[in-house]
């Protein structure tokens, strides 16, 4: 079956630094992928994707490539603020409804 | 219009009660989800529904009741339930493609439970 492995955290940064999470997938085919985010005391919203091979996903600063000889699909940022503060989730898509498999999460700390 | 609303925000219950959460969308979405989140946690789902009907129960225990009314509602019907199952509970949406969900769901922001 298909499976996530995330960087794990916490992640504790300080403003304007550079973010890296990485995420490594195995999936059956070549799968949408996904990052979504959770801020605290917030549902999940999707924050970027990529529908195939060497697609760019970028959103709020945030950027990720789909990687298919790696099956990687690392978010980085270039400079975070302590807004980012939240826990991210590498998302493999399928083709089964709502049968995601969700990376374990990543909790990002960003202080001033 | 891009929201999933869900009530209530906060619910605290004993495990004698009868509660309902309730969740809501007007995207057009013919494929609507129940999940379960745990603190610190990756979601982890329960039910889908698709086209009102019941397509995938994760092997839930039975004191959790989903219920489609229409397209646009979800309800979970919640009865006898238990200290463990204290937790956020989320209700999220997705369009039906051709082949299935791709992964793109749209999230409510969550009815937090404790159940005393």
């Known amino acids: 079956g298909d499976s996530v492995t995330q960087m794990e955290g916490p992640v504790t940064l300080s403003e304007e630094a550079f973010l890296t999470i990485n995420c490594t997938y195995t999936a059956t085919g070549y799968p949408s992928l996904f990052w979504y985010v959770q801020y605290p005391g917030e549902g999940l919203q999707l924050l970027l994707k990529a529908t195939k091979a060497d697609d760019k996903g970028s959103n709020k600063g945030f950027e990720a490539t789909y990687r298919k000889e790696t099956t990687s699909f690392h978010l980085e940022k270039g400079s975070v603020q302590v807004s980012d503060s939240a826990v991210y989730f590498c998302?493999?898509?399928?083709?089964?409804?709502?049968?995601?498999?969700f990376g374990q999460g990543t909790i990002l700390t960003v202080h001033p | 219009d891009t929201e999933v609303t869900q009530t209530p925000k906060h619910l605290v219950m004993g495990m004698t009660n009868k509660k309902s959460l309730k969740c809501e969308q007007h995207m057009g979405h013919r494929a609507m989800y129940w999940y379960k989140q745990k603190a610190k946690k990756p979601p982890e789902l329960m039910f889908v529904?698709?086209?009102?009907?019941?397509?995938i129960n994760e092997s839930v225990p039975s004191r959790f009741s989903p219920e489609c009314p229409n397209s646009s509602l979800l309800n979970l019907h919640l009865h006898a339930l238990q200290p463990e199952d204290s937790a956020l509970y989320l209700c999220?949406?997705?369009?039906?493609?051709?082949?299935?969900?791709?992964?793109?769901?749209?999230f409510g922001e969550g009815s937090r439970l404790t159940v005393l």
């Open positions: 998302v493999p898509g399928g083709t089964s409804y709502g049968k995601l498999t």
């Open positions: 529904y698709s086209y009102e009907k019941l397509s």
């Open positions: 999220a949406s997705s369009q039906k493609g051709r082949r299935g969900n791709t992964g793109e769901l749209f």
